[in-house]
């Protein structure tokens, strides 16, 4: 029988970190004004992390003690006080911590090449901050990727397989990195048509070629040898044998010079005779599973960087003034974005250009640095033709929603009718006159409560954010 005391050892070498004695290498972190030196040992680190243990070995900095001094300035303190406790005490306490903080860990961890922390650090994630996973899909997804995060890749995988519009249709397609394409379009159970397969990929290789001519009627060898040689690892994942005849002499034709003259031979034969024989490998049919996805309004169909289906679905029991939350899967509208800040503008001119005039706008906002969600929805318009003044509505709201830290929703439903939404085409939206609305500039503001039940944010004034999305809703 073996006795373990892990506990004990791990309390030992955290004292040991804490007190510095006999320390050898003295780190130090973070940028001004928050900096913090570290006193360690090499002999820890020789075997706890051997990145670290080669970079003291690389270091040529002494103090006057001697000891050899390590500068990871671009760290932050917080991150590298976790991965040094990790390190001498093999403990994590994550208990409160912000998750941009926990990405911030994980990315370090991978740095410092702690496998096992990596490995753990994922699944947290996944298992206990899945929201926020989704609300940040493509900043992490495309960071899986750069990083290798297995486990990341395929819980992002596995979803985007069942909904494959959540990349395919985000402004961030292009610039998908290449092993993150391959990975999804190999896959058996992508829920997508072969032909809407073939155009995303003639789509991310042709945005990856700037050079390319825009009108494919002026491309010359070159250009198609440029494209072919862009979509090496893509081609082969591809079912061709899978898209029909039409399909094939509409999209796939025109790029028969990137094919492999065998293939096109075969592409073309099996198309208009797909009982003659082939030599070249046909691929199984994906696994579309029909009766099995959700209608229009089920989980991951709202194209949102900032709210999940799960609000989307609070939401709307608002805007029917229903006391119980609509599932998820019973969605009765429609959530289409017409505006992102980060995508259309942050702008007056871009609001009015976009939103001026249209009924049944939801505004979501993502409050810079915190976990807030601020928004408000307005059933009638906004008309910049009515400048300086109100328009009427009982059944304008604004809310604050439940995400991350943020654990109760605030829902102010409109008191004053005639003052629900002011129209301003010196400012933007605003629903009363100073409830909830856009500055002048890229930021917000909450202020005095005026048209509405309850202020949504405990400070008022304005505040800067990350981003902004409006959607004009409707009846399925």
Known sequence: MILNF??????DYIKLLENGNEHNIIIEVGEPPVMKTFKVHSTV?????????????????NNDDNVKIIQKLQISVKVFNFIIKYIY????????????????????????????LVETLQTFLIENHPSWLKLNFSKIYNSSFQTDFKVLQNYYNDIIAKYPNLIFESTDFNTLPEAALVSIIQREDLQLEESKI????IQWGTAHNKILPSNLDDW???????????????????????ISSGNIMEKVFPYQQIFDKTLWADILKYSMAPDKPITSTILPPRKIFTTQLPNRGNAFQITSSIITNEHAAEIASWIDKKEVTYEVNNNPYEFNLILRGSRDGFERDEFWNLCNQKKNLLVVVKVKDTDEILGGYNPICWNCNCSGLFSTTNDSFIFSLKNGNIKNYILSRVKNASNAIYNSSSYGLSFGYYDFGMSEDRSFYVNCIFGYEKQIRKLSGTFSIDDYEVFQIKKK
């Open 89 to 116: 005490g093999a403990t994590v306490n994550l208990e409160k911590v912000e998750k941009s903080i926990i990405f911030d860990l994980l990315m370090t961890a991978n740095q410092f090449l702690l496998e096992e």
């Open 6 to 11: 892990y506990e004990n050892l791990s309390n």
């Open 220 to 242: 010359i060898d070159k250009d198609f040898q440029i494209l072919k040689n862009s979509l090496q690892q893509c081609l082969p994942h591809i079912r061709y044998f899978q």
């Open 198 to 201: 073939w155009d995303y990929v």
């Open 45 to 61: 680190l020789c075997y706890r992390c051997p990145y670290l243990y080669n970079e003291f070995k690389k270091s040529t900095i």
